[in-house]
C-alpha cells in the first residue's frame, strides 16, 4: 500500500470512488433517486471545487495498491472551535475493508494534525446506520458524542452520530 497527497489530478478517481462508495453505503440514508442519478457528477463537482485552489487546512490523503486508487480521507484543519479539525471524508474500496486501508488512512490524517493542528483534536460524522465505520471509528479511539440531523446532497434528512478524538494521542501513529 502506498500513501500520498492527492493533487487536482486525482479530482476525476476521487469523485468515482466517492460515488461509488456512497451508493453502496448510503442507500436507505440518501434518498434513492439521487443515489441513482449522477452522483458521480456531482461529487466531481464538489472535489474540483475543493481543489480550485486548495484551501490551506485542507489536507486530502489517498491509498493506491498497485497504481490504482484504493482510499482517501479529506480533512479541515480547526474546523471548529469546540470539535477542532473535521474528518469529513473516509472512503474506502469494498476489496480495501478490512485489509487496514482505512486505518492507515486515519494514521495519516492523526500524523498531518499532531503536526499542522496539535492544540484541538479531531472530529468527523458518521450515518447513523453505518454500523461498520461506527465500530472501526471506535475501534480507532474515537468516541461517540452525540448525535444529530442534516440534510443530505440530494434532500431528505439523515441521522449522524460525532465521533470525536479529544487528544490526537489517541490516535494510532503511522507504521509503516
Known amino acids: 500500500m502506498h500513501y500520498r497527497e492527492a493533487t487536482p489530478d486525482d479530482v476525476a478517481a476521487i469523485a468515482l470512488l466517492h460515488a461509488e ?8 440514508a440518501y434518498r434513492d433517486d ?9 461529487r466531481r463537482t464538489v472535489w474540483q471545487e475543493r481543489f480550485a485552489p486548495l484551501p490551506e487546512n485542507q ?8 497504481g490504482c486508487l484504493v482510499g482517501f480521507a479529506c480533512a479541515y484543519g480547526r474546523e471548529d472551535e469546540k470539535w477542532g479539525t473535521l474528518l469529513d471524508n473516509l472512503h474506502v474500496v469494498p476489496d480495501g475493508h478490512g485489509r ?9 490524517v492523526g500524523a498531518w494534525c ?3 493542528y496539535s492544540d484541538c483534536g479531531l472530529y468527523l460524522w458518521v450515518l447513523e446506520q ?6 472501526f471509528y471506535a475501534r480507532m479511539g474515537g468516541r461517540d458524542c452525540g ?6 446532497p440530494g434532500g431528505g434528512q439523515i441521522d449522524s452520530r460525532r465521533y470525536a478524538w479529544a487528544s490526537l494521542d489517541d ?4 507504521r509503516d
Do not use: C
Not at 34 to 42: A, R
Not at 59 to 66: G, K, R, S, T, Y
Not at 130 to 135: E, G, L, P, S, T
Open 59 to 66: 489536507f486530502v490523503v489517498l491509498a493506491e495498491d498497485a
Open 130 to 135: 453505518n454500523d461498520k465505520a461506527r465500530v
Open 34 to 42: 439521487f443515489l441513482d442519478g449522477d452522483v458521480e457528477q456531482d
Open 147 to 152: 448525535g444529530a440531523q442534516f440534510v443530505p
Open 114 to 116: 499532531r503536526a499542522n
Open 21 to 28: 462508495s456512497w451508493k453502496l453505503h448510503y442507500r436507505g
Open 100 to 108: 487496514g486501508t482505512g486505518a492507515g488512512l486515519m494514521t495519516r
Open 171 to 174: 490516535i494510532p501513529p503511522v
